[in-house]
T-cell receptor, first 112, second 113 residues
Framework: DAKTTQPTSMDCAEGRAANLPCNHS???????VYWYRQIHSQGPQYIIH???NNETNEMASLIITEDRKSSTLILPHATLRDTAVYYC?????????????FGSGTQLTVLP | DGGITQSPKYLFRKEGQNVTLSCEQN?????MYWYRQDPGQGLRLIYY???????QKGDIAEGYSVSREKKESFPLTVTSAQKNPTAFYLC????????????FGAGSRLTVL
């Protein structure tokens, strides 16, 4: 019972914005949207999370639709080092991270 | 710098042998986690601990054991009972208050010969 749906892979040109979509149509009212990424053979890295408002930090922006059924992670100026698997996860904000389920994610390849 | 250290990075073992993977954190985090990752797959939770001297099974605990005697340390033992132990193992930690933001180690790659 996958809670999120992401494309298997995407390409992006270096210097352009990378827009990674995620569908989470069964999201509950108390669940946040989290994004992590994993560069090949390394541990995952937290990127950003949000509930319903758009969020921005030094790494990325997160746009959540008004009905909260989908979201988009935006890397404004992708570099070759952004090539990684990106995981979209829905989870309550507090409590155990046992509720974080890392599926297969989206393989983003940034092309020179 | 605060972080999580996993060792060894690469490990080879013969069938029938137990092996212990080390995970140490200096983030003062209360909760620690062990995940397994197979090629091209997501992460699967093995064990987790929210406090010293307490831990719970995750989704794939069979053939694994853990201990949590110190807040900083959460070693994982892959026993001979684990049928297919070759995998990439990841340790993570999280503070008990606030968001579900995990900090991960660099991982340990175990190969059974």
């Amino acid at each position: 019972d996958a809670k999120t749906t992401q494309p298997t892979s995407m390409d992006c040109a270096e210097g352009r914005a990378a827009n990674l979509p995620c569908n989470h149509s069964t999201i509950s009212g108390n669940e946040y949207v989290y994004w992590y990424r994993q560069i090949h053979s390394q541990g995952p890295q937290y990127i950003i999370h949000g509930l319903k408002n758009n969020e921005t930090n030094e790494m990325a922006s997160l746009i959540i639709t008004e009905d909260r059924k989908s979201s988009t992670l935006i890397l404004p100026h992708a570099t070759l080092r952004d090539t990684a698997v990106y995981y979209c996860i829905v989870s309550p904000d507090s409590g155990s991270a046992r509720q974080l389920t890392f599926g297969s994610g989206t393989q983003l390849t940034v092309l020179p | 710098d605060g972080g999580i250290t996993q060792s060894p990075k690469y490990l080879f073992r013969k069938e029938g042998q137990n092996v212990t993977l080390s995970c140490e954190q200096n983030l003062n985090h209360d909760a620690m986690y062990w995940y397994r990752q197979d090629p091209g797959q997501g992460l699967r939770l093995i064990y987790y601990s929210q406090i010293v001297n307490d831990f719970q099974k995750g989704d794939i605990a069979e053939g694994y054991s853990v201990s949590r005697e110190k807040k900083e340390s959460f070693p994982l033992t892959v026993t001979s009972a684990q049928k297919n132990p070759t995998a990439f193992y990841l340790c993570a930690s999280r503070g008990l208050t606030g968001a579900n933001v995990l900090t991960f180690g660099a991982g340990s790659r175990l190969t059974v010969l």
